[in-house]
Nanobody
Framework: QVQLVESGGGLVQPGGSLRLSCAAS????????MRWYRQAPGTDRELVAD????????NYADSVKGRFTISRDNAKNTVYLQMNSLKSEDTAVYYC?????????WGQGTQVTVSS
């Protein structure tokens, strides 16, 4: 059974940090492009960052460049999102997504709330 399980969300003050993790099972993790999306209430799901299977090439949304870092550990079948200098507008449900060809797998999401 193919599964993605996110963890690491929570409540953090503005300026703080969180690290999200997404553990994959049931797929050849190293061959998939891994993505983090987020969705705030009343908005469309937004692509935050992705990391390709080859060479670890990464891309970021302009809104998170310089603050967020995506990485992957193929030995652990896990992708991470390190989030620093968090702002209230980063509040959202964060979703992990695995993509290869026509296959797309989603996690259940983890809530991140940035508030004082």
């Amino acid at each position: 059974q193919v599964q993605l399980v996110e963890s690491g969300g929570g409540l953090v003050q503005p300026g703080g940090s969180l690290r999200l993790s997404c553990a994959a099972s049931g797929l050849t993790f190293s061959t998939y492009t891994m993505r983090w999306y987020r969705q705030a209430p009343g908005t469309d799901r937004e692509l935050v960052a992705d990391i390709f299977s080859s060479y670890g090439i990464t891309n970021y949304a302009d809104s998170v460049k310089g603050r967020f870092t995506i990485s992957r550990d193929n030995a652990k079948n896990t992708v991470y999102l390190q989030m620093n200098s968090l702002k209230s507008e980063d509040t959202a449900v964060y979703y992990c997504n695995a993509v290869k060809g026509g296959t797309s797998v989603w996690g259940q999401g983890t809530q991140v709330t940035v508030s004082s």
